[in-house]
């Protein structure tokens, strides 16, 4: 089965290179997915509470990109309509999860239960991509903290898992705390990504990733401590 379905495009936003005067090469790469000219893209905004001047700004890139009709779908406010939302994304050639918040994207997701739903997309052949926190929605799961001040209280809960696994996005500056805060909490001698601004990770359905654009640090759990393993970085002809 896994062999049917499309790799993901974990995208960690921040201008990639070669992307300063033209059409960003990861969007266009993610749009490739899709196998047709001009794809029509279903736009998931419920990370960042659909908000539109986000949307807008990313349509711009998508459709530099070479996107065709962007559809946004419906999950937040006033314009929330579930029914609408899942016609949009059965009729689209690819699906888009945008940046935000994670933990508040996942929450609009499970209150519509629209998660079994794309999985489900996904497991038919719809290809999926995101950028910044849509990316880890894609992903298996995400840390957050029950008191914010309480670094022990610190627990999982699930993304998507379209893409086989742990990520986060443009974390370099704090050396990654989040990511590493999860990966103490995953299982022992599993693999997490950062993905740098600018990069991105395509993630195969057989758990197996390549970089894309820059450099990809891997974490993992060793007998209870978490070690850097090499990083990642794009192969030649990438």
Not at 134 to 143: C, F, P
Request: hydrophobic share 40%; glycine share 10%; aromatic share 6%.
């Amino acid at each position: 089965m896994t062999g049917d379905l499309k790799p993901v495009y974990l995208i960690a936003g921040g201008p990639s290179s070669g992307a300063r005067h033209g059409p960003d090469p990861l969007l266009q790469g993610a749009l490739t997915l899709a196998s047709v000219d001009s794809p029509s893209v279903a736009y998931i905004g419920a990370a960042s509470g659909d908000s539109m001047p986000f949307r807008l700004m990313i349509e711009r890139l998508l459709r530099r990109a070479g996107a065709g009709k962007i559809t946004p779908v419906p999950l937040c406010g006033a314009r929330l309509n579930a029914q609408k939302a899942r016609r949009i994304i059965e009729d689209c050639n690819i699906v888009f999860l945008s940046g935000g918040d994670v933990e508040a994207g996942m929450k609009v997701l499970e209150k519509h239960s629209m998660t079994d739903f794309l999985r489900d997309q996904y497991e038919k052949g719809k290809p999926f991509f995101g950028v910044s926190a849509g990316s880890i929605m894609l992903a298996k799961n995400w840390v957050r903290w029950r008191d914010p001040h309480d670094d022990s209280s610190a627990e999982l809960f699930p993304c998507l898992g379209i893409a086989n696994v742990y990520c986060d996005t443009h974390g370099e500056e704090d050396d990654w705390e989040e990511l590493v805060s999860m990966s103490r909490l995953i299982p022992d001698g599993a693999v997490s990504y950062g993905i740098t601004s600018g990069a991105a990770l395509i993630a195969h359905a057989d758990g197996s990733v390549r970089a894309l654009a820059g450099e990809v640090p891997r974490f993992t759990l060793d007998r209870g401590v978490v070690k850097h393993l090499p990083s990642l970085f794009p192969i030649a002809d990438s």
